[in-house]
């Protein structure tokens, strides 16, 4: 292998170290960004869904557990696992505040990367590794403290199989993430402020992923529509093939449809970011 | 308009009330000003905004729509009351967005000193630094939060709630609102002065923003208490909805604005005495 060749792993570890440095500096704001990311809508639903099936079950007069009522196909126990599957599974997603492309375009400081001897794309995948790996270990944390509290109600992987083929539907789906906000950091060339571009992206792929409904819950229409993006399949498929309601056959589904976007997006950033830099000229806007 | 608020007690509330519309006006001419140039971000922000509001709007409808319409209900709350209950969410939101969108960037200015140059100036640093940041596209969306929530009313008017009670009654809603929402970021905020630029206070913001936007009755009793007594978040959607709705006996909803009072004392308080630890560049 040519030196050159070793010259871009290298570069990428060295970045993953780099950006764990800088995320563990202020040790209360790692607690709060790092651990407790996405811990709270979950925790808000399962109370709205705990009085949501509490007036399903009067209606049916006074349902036991035993004889769970089901609403659009999900009973009360299914629903408490997917609440605590969301709350594993958001933190994989790669956050719309991970990146700080935007000021980098915006204040010409990209031209200090465009001399350097390597891809600039380099740097920020070396930010998507540092957060996956990071949050791999704030997931696997947060799900044996749930396991240790509440082991009867809490999200148990049916398979290794299934956590497998969960775990890398999230990752790609993350990774498309990841690509969707490049992209749009990268408008900081044309626009003055993009964060509401960022914060309107994390809305949408948070409510058509299933963050506050799991999208096989909506009605048919929307459920048709919806499991054909990519956020389905990043945040409510996953947690469906670790409870066993979806399969391997709908995992490889899954991974041709979120393959083919994440291809997709790949290419839009790189014909963004080359219109992008036809457009720069290293002084600021 | 005078460069300082008035100091002798002789001017009295009237005079620095007086003032600080005047400080206000120019926040907002500013404002305008500056969101003139950026017309893109402009409609952004409007759209984003609208993005949240119909996250809520179809999230609710789904759920609702689970059982066959008009049959389930959220602690109570039917779906009827709930479109009404989020119309008090967004006018929570929209006030919150038009003025005081300042509270993003509190954290980070506490350690960054930018604190100074609204310190020498001579009116309440809270106040100063807080509502600097006037949004007209936060005004839009409060505009369609309003345009909802009168949809909503219209809804439950005439079988749940008289057309002439909601003129006392809505106004002294918004007022709830707005006084609650003041106090409430002004709380979350005071936690940076002790762990500077932790976003603790943006997590706790988010935290009590997110139970609020759902009736109270959906916790645990426990939650519920916390939320009506301690931490007042119920002055943002719940207090409000419930009074338009006539859901409140006549004692509670006399008493409460005056726990809300005594809260914005308290939080006032500690807000000094946080400030008193600021020392320029703190991180």
Known sequence: MSAAAARGPLLLLRMVAYEFRKRIQFRAGFVVREVLNGTVEPLVMLFVYTALYGSAASL?????????????????????QYVAGLVVVRKLVFHNRALDLAPEIFEGRVTKYLVMPFRFFVLLQGRFLQFTLMQ????????????????????????????????????????????????????AFWLDVIWSLLVMAWFVIGFTGGALVPVSQMPEGMYEVLSYGFPYWMITAPIELLMGRLGAGDFLHGAALVGGQLLALDLLRRWVWRRGLARYVGAGM | ???????????????????????????????????????????????????????????????????????LNLGGWTHEEMRVYLGMVFVADGLFMTFLGQ???????????????????????AFLYFFQRFSPE?????????????????????EQ??????????????????????????SYNVVEFWLLNSDVGHLVSMLLSNFGERPLEVYPSAIGRLLKFVLPVAGMAWFPASLVLGRLDAGFALAYPFLLLGFAVVVLRIFRRGLRRYESAMG
């Open chain 1, 136 to 187: 791999l270990a704030v997931a696997t944390l947060a799900w044996c403290i749930g396991y240790a509290l509440a082991p009867e109600y809490w999200l148990v992987p049916v398979s290794a199989a299934a956590t497998l083929q969960a775990v890398t539907l999230v990752l790609m789906g993350s990774y498309c993430c990841f690509l969707v906000f490049f992209i749009l950091n990268a408008m």
């Open chain 2, 161 to 186: 709630t008289a057309a002439l009670t909601l003129l006392w009654s809505l106004p002294c809603a918004v007022a709830v609102i707005a006084w609650s929402q003041v106090f409430l970021m002004l």
């Open chain 2, 1 to 71: 308009m005078s460069t300082s608020p008035p100091q002798s007690s002789g001017a009295g509330l009237l005079g620095r009330l007086r003032w600080g519309l005047g400080v206000e006006r120019q926040y907002v001419r500013i404002g305008f000003v500056r969101k003139s140039q950026f017309r893109v971000e402009f409609v952004n922000q409007v759209l984003m905004d609208l993005c949240f509001y119909a996250s809520f709007i179809l999230t609710f409808d789904i759920l609702y729509g689970l059982g066959g319409e008009g049959r």
């Open chain 1, 60 to 80: 049916a007069g006074g349902a036991t557990e035993g004889d769970e009522v089901a609403l659009g196909g999900w009973t009360y126990r299914e629903i408490i």
């Open chain 2, 103 to 125: 509270q993003w960037h509190f954290g980070q200015d506490l350690k960054n000193g930018n604190l100074d140059s609204i310190r020498v100036r001579p009116g309440s640093t």
């Open chain 2, 138 to 158: 936060g005004l839009t969306n409060l505009l369609f939060g309003l345009g909802w929530l009168a949809y909503a009313l219209v809804g439950v008017v005439p």
